[in-house]
């Protein structure tokens, strides 16, 4: 079974200065893991996704996020924090062989002028 | 534009009505999931399909039922409605069902039950 959880339930940031977005998660087997990102009154958008390549993983926006399997761990980083950046953000945890996704329970970023 | 359709985007219903949530996938996904996003319950799986075949289910109560269609597009039929129904709920697709596969998700239906 796998299981995710985001240590913050919000976090708050001025603009220009970094984002850390915590994420642990607990899994079987190798798992996939994603970041998701929602702004308000929109559907989820992909972030990025890290599938057992490279640990270090890029995604949209500036964001990128490590794996960490000695930490269980994969946070989501950006350097430098944007007004636009202000929305939920999501970690999911699923097994590498089936869709049984697991959100976390969110991550509220707001970000201050 | 995800590629990922919902319809309505609204709905203001009464308890006890039924109302159809439908859900258009990304063109070539042939897997497709419903969730219900609540302040409550944060955002939780109710169903996937698989090209037309029921692949998984999360908590979907007995009271809402879907199916996949031929063409792909999927329906979420809630019944007996309660006011605790209201909330977002989301259709996403996939190419798959292996756990790479990313999701596209449409941009919901909010369902207000008066």
């Known amino acids: 079974a796998q299981s995710v959880t985001q240590l913050d339930s919000h976090v708050s940031v001025s603009e220009g200065t970094p984002v850390l977005l915590r994420c642990n998660y607990s899994s079987s087997y190798s798992p996939s893991l994603f970041w998701y990102v929602q702004h308000p009154n929109k559907g989820l958008q992909l972030l990025l996704k890290?599938?057992?390549?490279?640990?270090l993983v890029k995604g949209i926006n500036g964001f990128e996020a490590e794996f960490k399997k000695s930490e269980t761990s994969f946070h989501l980083t950006k350097p430098s924090a944007h007004m636009s950046d202000a929305a939920e953000y999501f970690c999911?945890?699923?097994?590498?062989?089936?869709?049984?996704?697991?959100f976390g329970a969110g991550t509220r970023l707001t970000v201050k002028p | 534009d995800s590629g990922v359709t919902q319809t309505p985007k609204h709905l203001i219903t009464a308890t006890g009505q039924r109302v159809t949530l439908r859900c258009s996938p990304r063109s070539g996904d042939l897997s497709v999931y419903w969730y219900q996003q609540s302040l409550d319950q944060g955002l939780q799986f109710l169903i996937q399909y698989y090209n037309g075949e029921e692949r998984a289910k999360g908590n979907i109560l007995e009271r809402f039922s879907a199916q996949q269609f031929p063409d792909l597009h999927s329906e979420l039929n809630l019944s007996s409605l309660e006011l605790g129904d209201s909330a977002l709920y989301f259709c996403?697709?996939?190419?798959?069902?292996?756990?790479?596969?990313?999701?596209?998700f449409g941009a919901g239906s909010r369902l207000t039950v008066l």
């Open positions: 890290y599938t057992s390549a490279a640990t």
């Open positions: 999911v945890v699923t097994p590498y062989n089936n869709n049984d996704m697991r």
């Open positions: 996403a697709s996939s190419v798959g069902t292996r756990g790479a596969n990313v999701l596209t």
